[in-house]
């Protein structure tokens, strides 16, 4: 079975301060991991993505994320918060089975930003 | 522009109403999704088609609809026999096709209020 499990249902920094969102997953073989920002009553942008290349993943607006097979775990990170990175974070497994993906997503963390 | 446009923004029905949610895109992906977005519970995913003529059931199909007649448009249905329909409905895309597993676009998201 596969799941994703995003440990902090919120988390809250201070601007200029590192953001740590963890995510975990279960998959019983070697899954696509990626992470989606939602801004409030918006669609979902996709952050990064890792796909079995390198297992530290640059993405957008200065996030990135390592892959852990050891640890099963995905966590994105930023070295340094902004106003702007107040958003609900989604961490996404998908796997092909059979000519089909089987997408799955964690329940979000909501990250909000302290002046 | 390429993209994914989902119409309208807000909808507002009677209960026991069906009504038909609109998906569209320009980016020439073969693979379209629906998802429902509940408060705490991430998205989940109700249908999906990779391909012209083809869909099949995600995770909480029941109560909906869908038909993908075109490559352009995956329009979604919501039946009275779904028992909680008030929801935020998002439209995804994606390359789609058999080897591995590629990125989703998301449209901006429909917001369904059952009266």
């Known amino acids: 079975a596969q799941s994703v499990t995003q440990l902090d249902s919120h988390v809250s920094v201070s601007e200029g301060t590192p953001v740590l969102l963890r995510c975990n997953y279960s998959?019983?073989?070697?899954?696509?991991l990626f992470w989606y920002v939602q801004h409030p009553n918006k669609g979902l942008q996709l952050l990064l993505k890792y796909t079995s290349a390198a297992t530290l993943v640059k993405g957008i607006n200065g996030f990135e994320a390592e892959f852990k097979k050891s640890e099963t775990s995905f966590h994105l990170t930023k070295p340094s918060a902004h106003m702007s990175d107040a958003a609900e974070y989604f961490c996404v497994v998908i796997k092909n089975s059979g000519g089909y993906q089987k997408v799955t997503f964690g329940t979000g963390t909501k990250l909000q930003v302290i002046p | 522009d390429g993209g994914i446009t989902q119409s309208p923004k807000y909808l507002f029905r009677k209960e026991g109403q069906n009504v038909t949610l609109s998906c569209e895109q320009n980016?020439?992906?073969?693979?379209m999704y629906w998802y429902r977005q509940d408060p705490g519970q991430g998205l989940r995913l109700i249908y999906y088609?990779?391909?012209?003529?083809?869909?099949q059931k995600g995770d909480i199909a029941e109560g909906y609809s869908v038909s993908r007649e075109k490559k352009e448009s995956f329009p979604l249905t919501v039946t009275s026999a779904q028992k909680n329909p008030t929801a935020f409905y998002l439209c995804a895309s994606s390359i789609g096709g058999l080897v591995g597993t590629d990125t989703q676009y998301f449209g901006p998201g429909t917001r369904l209020t059952v009266l």
């Open positions: 980016l020439n992906h073969d693979a």
């Open positions: 088609s990779q391909i012209v003529n083809d869909f």
């Open positions: 998959s019983s073989y070697s899954p696509s």
